[in-house]
Structure formats: structure tokens, C-alpha cells
């Protein structure tokens, strides 16, 4: 595996540019400032047929840029002085870190894999967040067909195999076109995340592999953005019939920023954005906003990605960094592995649809709830990390088959590991457990009485485990943490 030089970064400092976001109520003092000073003037929303009520809202911000940047330096303070001026603040261009592409990593034999449902994507096997998240429970009820996400990054391959037939038209804010085309390569790969095609025989399986994805090309071939790009493709998809964004990326705040967030959370829309990868105490923008979740990554050992930022204003863990990374859609067709809080924020979008596409009356609040109090508590740092199978009620459905078996995990006490069973026959079992890569670390055969205890002595080291105890009348599995 290729090995990281340094930690990698979701955005790079933002810089200086002479262009500015204006927010007024006299739009006319404005235009006049504007044409005897030789600046630019144009209005922030300029997608096509926006709706009576984003224009309402948001007709007041324009963007203001001047030709010569040596005459920028007062410029904000004179706009500031202008009649009907509430705000002004630069547009700072913002910059995506794309963390380094990992090909060689390990793949993972399919066939040490317990999947209450499993997909026929080929490198499935590979996806051990699927399996730590339980999101392969969570498939058994839906896939979240008719849900859409919008993903607010570099586009998308849209002749990728696996994205193809999910995508949805969306719309690029960096050349005010329709042409979503990924020519950097992070949106095709949180695209993946998120919603690749479920049960093509191709690929992988995205988190919601039914869902539509709506590319919103905010970021350029570089990899950089503006807060006025990003606040207009949350208002874009506000406005255009989505039901959950995804923001893999950060930055600094800015107000018309926070409007827009705060707009489509009005809209009913759930908003997820990356944490951030600087291992510090905080997040960072838009994550940092009330309406929206603020994502950390954790590893395939279940435990806090070591560069993820963390703290009170991270609401939710999902998978997305360590050794291994998460594997996804590459741009040009291809598939590879990275790491960051930018892939573990696609999961948690995933997830939001799949949430929303089984109760469709939730509102965008209910569903945040639901995410919170379904979710699993990593060890140590005691933080969140979702948990799709609870979060759709999938357990209860799957501890009720009717198949005259049951049976749990009961204790571990110095490395041995007790199941306690009901079955109502004597039957021959066999007991497997996988470490949390989906390898197989212990399996054993035997003979079960009507009733009792089956204890194993599995020598595993501290980790989350997967185990599956199967007869012929059916079979049962779950989860446990061992911690020595």
C-alpha cells in the first residue's frame, strides 16, 4: 500500500481574491457603485428557472469582483458603506484535498463473509464498511429507490459503469453549465460512496444503491471552490427536488453560506458535510452549522480515524479512514481505495436516504434522530458510529424468522466467548467468527442439544468481530466487541 507522506488535508487554505458577496436591499446603489468604479456585477443565482421563492430570498446577494486587484484593498469597507448594504464578505476561493489513490490494497475473499443480504456486485467483499456498518441488514428492507442525493463536489464520471444509470441531471457552477462532467476525481468517488449501482454485477454497492445521485459541480478541475459556488448548489438542489446533500469538503464561514444551509434544511432537505482530516477539536465549514451533521471518519478496527477532527460539534461517526481506506468509484472507469473524512461523510448521506425512503413521512430532523440514537458507541473515545441495521429496525425483523433457532451472544470472559441458543432439536452447527475486515478467524463444528450454551476459545486480540452460528433449520449472526 502506498504510504501517506504526510496527513492528508480536506481543504487547503482558502486565499485572497478581489471578488466579493454582497448582500443588499438596494441593489440600485449597487449597480451605480458598480459602474463608476468599473466593477463587475453579477446576481449570486444564476442557474436556470430558479424558483419565486429562492429568488425572494436570495435576490438581495450579488457578487461584486473589480478588474484591477491592486484597487481591491479598500474595496470591501467602501461596499460596506453603501445604502441598503447588510453584509460583505470575500469569496474566498476553497480548495479539496484528493488523498492519494490507493491500488494495491489487499482484497478480501468473498467467500469469509456472513451478508444477511448480499448484493451480486463483484468487489462487494472488498467493502468492509458495508459489513462494520451493517448496511447489508439494513438492504433487506430497502435500497432507497426514489431518493435523491446531491452530491456538492467535482462533478461525476458520467460514463462510470456503476454511476450511469443512478445519475440524475445536475448542474455545474463553476461554468454556469449543464455539464457535471468529474475532471479532478473526488465527486466520482464520494459519488460511489453514496450511490453506486446496487446488484449490476459490476463493482461495488453504494450505501443507498438505488438512489439517484444529482451531481453539483461546485469545484473546478483543481479542486477548488467558493463559498458563493457552494451556497448556490445547496440552493440549487433545494430547488430541484433532492432530498439529502453531501458536502465532502470544508472551509471557512461565510453568511450567504449559512443561508443556503439553512434554506434547504427549511426545504426539508438533510445536510451532511466532512468534519474535517486536521485531528483537531472542532469542525469546519459547512459542517460547523446547526442544520448540517458533521461527519468524522473511523477505521476497519472501529475506532477514530487518527487525523479525523473530532469534539461535541462532530454529531456522527461513519467509516472513512485507516490501513485500508474505502474502496469506490475512481474517475475513468476505474476503482480504488482512499481515505478521509470526505469518504465517511457519503456514508452518512447514504444512510439518510435509506432512513427516509422506509419512513416517508420523516421530517429531515426525525431522520437526523433516528441516525443518532441507532447509532453504535465506539470504543475508548466513547464517540458515535452509525449503525444501518438499527437505524431501520432490521434487528427485530431478523431475530424473528421462524426457524426454530435462536440464539445470542452472551458474555466474554478471558477470551472465551459464550453463545446461549434455544433450538428445538438436537442439530449439528457450525460457528464462524470474522475479525472486522470480514476475514475468518475462528470457525468449529459440533452437535447442539435442545437447549443450552456453546462456549469457544477464539484467541482473538482486542477488535469488533462478526459471528454466525448456522444448522439446517437456519442461522443466526451478530456483532461483539473484545477488548482485553
Known amino acids: 500500500m502506498l504510504a501517506l507522506l504526510a496527513p492528508p488535508a480536506l481543504y487547503g487554505e482558502a486565499t485572497s481574491c478581489s471578488e466579493f458577496i454582497v448582500k443588499t436591499q438596494d441593489a440600485q446603489a449597487l449597480q451605480n457603485f458598480a459602474r463608476d468604479h468599473d466593477l463587475e456585477l453579477r446576481p449570486l443565482i444564476t442557474y436556470p428557472n430558479p424558483s419565486a421563492k429562492v429568488l425572494e430570498r436570495f435576490g438581495c446577494y450579488w457578487l461584486a469582483s473589480a478588474q484591477d486587484s491592486e484597487r481591491t484593498e479598500n474595496l470591501l469597507h467602501r461596499l460596506e458603506d453603501l445604502p441598503g448594504v447588510e453584509c460583505v464578505e470575500p469569496n474566498l476561493l476553497q480548495h479539496i484535498e484528493f488523498p492519494e489513490f490507493r491500488s494495491d490494497a489487499t482484497s478480501i475473499p468473498p467467500d469469509t463473509f456472513h451478508h444477511p443480504y448480499t448484493p451480486n456486485d463483484p468487489m462487494f467483499p472488498d467493502q468492509w464498511d458495508k459489513i462494520?456498518?451493517?448496511?447489508?441488514?439494513?438492504?433487506?428492507?430497502?435500497?432507497?429507490?426514489?431518493?435523491?442525493?446531491?452530491?456538492?463536489?467535482?462533478?461525476?464520471?458520467?460514463?462510470?459503469?456503476?454511476?450511469?444509470?443512478?445519475?440524475?441531471?445536475?448542474?455545474?457552477?463553476?461554468?454556469?453549465?449543464?455539464?457535471?462532467?468529474?475532471?479532478?476525481?473526488?465527486?466520482?468517488?464520494?459519488?460511489?460512496?453514496?450511490?453506486?449501482?446496487?446488484?449490476?454485477?459490476?463493482?461495488?454497492?453504494?450505501?443507498?444503491?438505488?438512489?439517484?445521485?444529482?451531481?453539483?459541480?461546485?469545484?473546478?478541475?483543481?479542486?477548488?471552490?467558493?463559498?458563493?459556488?457552494?451556497?448556490?448548489?445547496?440552493?440549487?438542489?433545494?430547488?430541484?427536488?433532492?432530498?439529502?446533500?453531501?458536502?465532502?469538503?470544508?472551509?471557512?464561514?461565510?453568511?450567504?453560506?449559512?443561508?443556503?444551509v439553512n434554506y434547504a434544511w427549511g426545504e426539508g432537505l438533510f445536510l451532511c458535510a466532512a468534519a474535517g482530516n486536521k485531528r483537531e477539536e472542532r469542525s469546519d465549514y459547512p459542517a460547523a452549522y446547526e442544520h448540517v451533521a458533521s461527519v468524522g471518519a473511523t477505521t476497519s478496527g472501529d475506532s477514530r480515524w487518527q487525523y479525523s477532527n473530532y469534539g461535541e460539534s462532530v454529531a456522527i461517526f461513519a467509516p472513512g479512514g485507516g490501513y485500508e481506506g474505502i474502496l469506490s468509484t475512481e474517475r475513468g472507469g476505474y476503482y480504488g481505495w482512499r481515505d478521509g473524512t470526505s469518504m465517511a461523510c457519503p456514508q452518512v448521506a447514504g444512510l439518510a436516504a435509506l432512513i427516509a425512503s422506509v419512513h416517508p413521512s420523516y421530517t429531515n430532523q426525525d431522520v437526523w434522530d433516528k441516525m443518532i440514537v441507532s447509532a453504535d458507541t465506539i470504543p475508548v473515545t466513547h464517540e458515535l458510529r452509525i449503525n444501518s441495521r438499527v437505524a431501520l429496525d432490521v434487528v427485530e425483523v431478523a431475530e424473528d424468522r421462524g426457524n426454530g433457532l435462536k440464539i445470542r451472544c452472551a458474555e466474554i470472559q478471558k477470551g472465551r466467548i459464550s453463545f446461549a441458543y434455544r433450538v428445538s432439536e438436537l442439530r449439528n452447527y457450525t460457528l464462524r467468527i470474522f475479525n472486522a475486515a470480514g476475514r475468518e478467524v475462528y470457525s468449529n463444528d459440533g452437535e447442539i442439544p435442545p437447549g443450552g450454551r456453546i462456549e469457544c476459545d477464539a484467541g482473538v486480540s482486542s477488535g469488533v468481530y462478526f459471528w454466525e452460528l448456522r444448522t439446517a433449520v437456519g442461522a443466526e449472526s451478530g456483532r461483539f466487541i473484545y477488548l482485553k
Not at 174 to 186: F, K, L, Q, R, S
Not at 201 to 226: C, F, H, L, Q, W
Open 132 to 260: 462494520i456498518t451493517q448496511t447489508d441488514w439494513a438492504w433487506n428492507l430497502t435500497t432507497a429507490e426514489g431518493a435523491v442525493i446531491a452530491i456538492l463536489d467535482t462533478g461525476a464520471d458520467t460514463d462510470h459503469e456503476d454511476l450511469q444509470t443512478n445519475l440524475v441531471p445536475g448542474y455545474n457552477f463553476v461554468d454556469d453549465t449543464t455539464d457535471i462532467e468529474d475532471d479532478y476525481g473526488h465527486g466520482t468517488h464520494v459519488s460511489g460512496i453514496a450511490a453506486a449501482k446496487i446488484d449490476n454485477r459490476k463493482g461495488i454497492a453504494g450505501m443507498a444503491g438505488n438512489a439517484s445521485i444529482m451531481p453539483i459541480k461546485v469545484a473546478d478541475s483543481g479542486g477548488d471552490y467558493t463559498n458563493a459556488d457552494l451556497a448556490q448548489g445547496i440552493i440549487y438542489a433545494a430547488d430541484n427536488g433532492a432530498d439529502v446533500v453531501n458536502m465532502s469538503l470544508g472551509g471557512t464561514h461565510s453568511q450567504v453560506l449559512e443561508d443556503a
